[in-house]
């Protein structure tokens, strides 16, 4: 299908109407507003609504039109499981036609600045591009950068697969949501020169799912020459279903959803859908359940083993972890991971390390004086710093690689968050004195002082590729210094830190495959003593 073209040049300058900036895109003339000192525009579609008979199919072009849009408005969230999330606010207002663009720019003219371009976590299940803490506008103002944040199609209506029902016509079901961002970054690559951007300096960042993403986009051919350089924010592209997973998990939501033929899938409606998606979330599958495939098609071969061999688009990376990772869903889900009992950890990591699971175990307690710290700083190493550890031995051969460690801790009295997963994400955004903000990072007074530090470093690489600053250089990571910059109330380089831990899994690739990732999230989960 052609996308609709209009006569309208797509890089008009921008013009002000009574009460807004109007910009040319592709597809038709948008109005946007000023707000917080930049111009933004918000809910751009940059695809047509996926429903109907376009429901689990690639995203297709969206349908032009000539008459002024307003873009005041957030577009809807993509269907969605609604969590008691603190870092996810905004989603329960939710449709199919949610496939869409927001941009704040300091300007819409041809000044051709660095773009950012945002994907959201959650697990692959969850999130949006409504979030309050993605507002792009003091990231843009700040930077003299365009930020443009995307939204696509999660859970069974991104990553259900359907192609050994469906065959040809359904080959890409169980991966477009991935496409969703392919073709939001092609949006980018058409009209941001419109929004005072430069096509040709787009820097793809995320977080969690985000920044799984992220990595998977860079194996995948349809993104090739869409970005630049990439910020992977606590996630690596390592949770993804083989192709008989896959087919499994899909038998199991239909016959929970009482569909035998994709069409039946297609009428039913969005809580019928959600309905089914939280009694597949029950089954032994549980929330991995739905999530990128290895289909053959879309992505062909494993991320992490793609990036260790030098395949895929070779980038400058920033990659980084918190310090208290799982702390998060210790404190989302109330698991007691800090009295987990040593005999039982011992037991689960027998399933990973074998035979040195007492000297994994002493060697964590011989860095924290307190066993639950210890614990919590294992289990993050294992999910999510190893990984990145992997992802930025293998690009560093190639490509300028930074890495850091996030280590401010929250001073919330609402949940003992520490420096868990998500913590760097109101930093990043310069969202910090948002009320749902404070009740996860608490007010500590030299938070201000950590948003310059980190903003500026994100722009910095956003500009050149190089997240250095006046008075604090940040040296390149290898596997001979593995320099990383400790991102806290004090920010400084430290060369190799954990690295006696990390050192006790050095024979692991931590490459999704190896050790198996439902082994690692079970012992999360399993803190059972019976």
């Given amino acids: 299908?052609?996308?609709?073209?209009?006569?309208?040049?797509?890089?008009?300058?921008?013009?002000?109407?009574?009460?807004?900036?109007?910009?040319?895109?592709?597809?038709?003339?948008?109005?946007?507003?000023?707000?917080?000192?930049?111009?933004?525009?918000?809910?751009?579609?940059?695809?047509?609504?996926?429903?109907?008979?376009?429901?689990?199919?690639?995203?297709?072009?969206?349908?032009?039109?000539?008459?002024?849009?307003?873009?005041?408005?957030?577009?809807?969230?993509?269907?969605?499981?609604?969590?008691?999330?603190?870092?996810?606010?905004?989603?329960?207002?939710?449709?199919?036609?949610?496939?869409?663009?927001?941009?704040?720019?300091?300007?819409?003219?041809?000044?051709?600045?660095?773009?950012?371009?945002?994907?959201?976590?959650?697990?692959?299940?969850?999130?949006?591009?409504?979030?309050?803490?993605?507002?792009?506008?003091?990231?843009?103002?700040?930077?003299?950068?365009?930020?443009?944040?995307?939204?696509?199609?999660?859970?069974?209506?991104?990553?259900?697969?359907?192609?050994?029902?469906?065959?040809?016509?359904?080959?890409?079901?169980?991966?477009?949501?991935?496409?969703?961002?392919?073709?939001?970054?092609?949006?980018?690559?058409?009209?941001?020169?419109?929004?005072?951007?430069?096509?040709?300096?787009?820097?793809?960042?995320?977080?969690?799912?985000?920044?799984?993403?992220?990595?998977?986009?860079?194996?995948?051919?349809?993104?090739?020459?869409?970005?630049?350089?990439?910020?992977?924010?606590?996630?690596?592209?390592?949770?993804?279903?083989?192709?008989?997973?896959?087919?499994?998990?899909?038998?199991?939501?239909?016959?929970?959803?009482?569909?035998?033929?994709?069409?039946?899938?297609?009428?039913?409606?969005?809580?019928?859908?959600?309905?089914?998606?939280?009694?597949?979330?029950?089954?032994?599958?549980?929330?991995?359940?739905?999530?990128?495939?290895?289909?053959?098609?879309?992505?062909?071969?494993?991320?992490?083993?793609?990036?260790?061999?030098?395949?895929?688009?070779s980038l400058p990376i920033l990659i980084g972890t918190n310090l208290d990772e799982v702390r998060f869903w210790e404190a989302l889900y109330d698991v007691p991971l800090e009295q987990k009992p040593e005999s039982l950890l011992r037991k689960q990591l027998e399933g990973l390390a074998g035979s040195k699971a007492d000297e994994v175990i002493g060697t964590y307690r011989k860095a924290d004086e307190n066993y639950g710290e210890s614990v919590i700083h294992l289990l993050a190493d294992v999910l999510i710093r190893l990984p990145a550890i992997r992802f930025a031995e293998a690009n560093s051969q190639r490509q300028p690689t930074y890495m850091y460690l996030f280590t401010y801790r929250s001073t919330s009295t609402y949940q003992n968050y520490g420096s868990c997963h998500g913590m760097e994400l109101p930093f990043v955004f310069g969202v910090i004195d948002d009320q749902d903000v404070i009740v996860f990072t608490g007010r500590d007074t030299h938070r201000e002082a950590l948003v310059n530090q980190v903003q500026q470093a994100w722009v910095n690489f956003a500009r050149t590729g190089d997240p250095s600053r006046p008075g604090l250089a940040w040296p390149r990571y290898d596997e001979r210094t593995r320099a990383t910059m400790e991102l806290g109330l004090t920010s400084r380089i430290v060369n190799d830190p954990g690295s006696a831990e990390r050192k006790m899994w050095s024979d692991l690739p931590f490459d999704g495959v190896t050790p198996n990732m439902g082994k690692l999230w079970s012992i999360v989960w399993d803190n059972s003593t019976q």
């Fill in 1 to 313: 299908m052609l996308c609709a073209r209009l006569s309208i040049p797509a890089f008009a300058a921008e013009s002000k109407g009574a009460d807004g900036v109007v910009v040319n895109t592709s597809s038709g003339p948008v109005k946007g507003e000023t707000e917080k000192g930049v111009f933004v525009f918000r809910g751009i579609r940059y695809a047509a609504a996926p429903v109907g008979s376009l429901r689990f199919r690639p995203p297709a072009p969206a349908i032009g039109w000539t008459e002024l849009r307003l873009a005041l408005d957030f577009a809807p969230a993509c269907p969605q499981l609604v969590d008691a999330d603190p870092t996810e606010n905004n989603n329960s207002v939710m449709a199919e036609d949610c496939l869409a663009v927001n941009v704040w720019t300091p300007r819409a003219d041809d000044k051709k600045r660095p773009v950012m371009v945002w994907i959201h976590g959650g697990g692959f299940v969850e999130g949006s591009a409504r979030n309050t803490w993605y507002d792009g506008a003091k990231l843009a103002g700040r930077g003299d950068v365009v930020v443009v944040t995307a939204q696509y199609r999660m859970g069974a209506w991104g990553f259900l697969d359907l192609s050994d029902m469906g065959g040809q016509d359904f080959g890409q079901s169980g991966n477009v949501g991935l496409l969703d961002q392919v073709a939001a970054l092609k949006w980018v690559r058409e009209n941001i020169a419109a929004f005072g951007g430069d096509p040709s300096n787009v820097t793809l960042f995320g977080q969690s799912a985000g920044a799984g993403s992220v990595g998977m986009l860079m194996v995948m051919p349809a993104a090739r020459g869409l970005f630049h350089k990439a910020i992977m924010e606590s996630g690596t592209p390592k949770e993804l279903n083989d192709k008989a997973t896959a087919a499994e998990v899909s038998r199991t939501y239909m016959k929970i959803a009482g569909a035998s033929k994709i069409e039946e899938l297609q009428k039913l409606t969005v809580a019928q859908m959600l309905d089914a998606e939280r009694k597949l979330f029950e089954t032994r599958f549980g929330y991995s359940a739905l999530r990128p495939v290895m289909d053959g098609t879309v992505l062909n071969e494993l991320p992490m083993r793609a990036i260790a061999k030098g395949h895929g688009t």
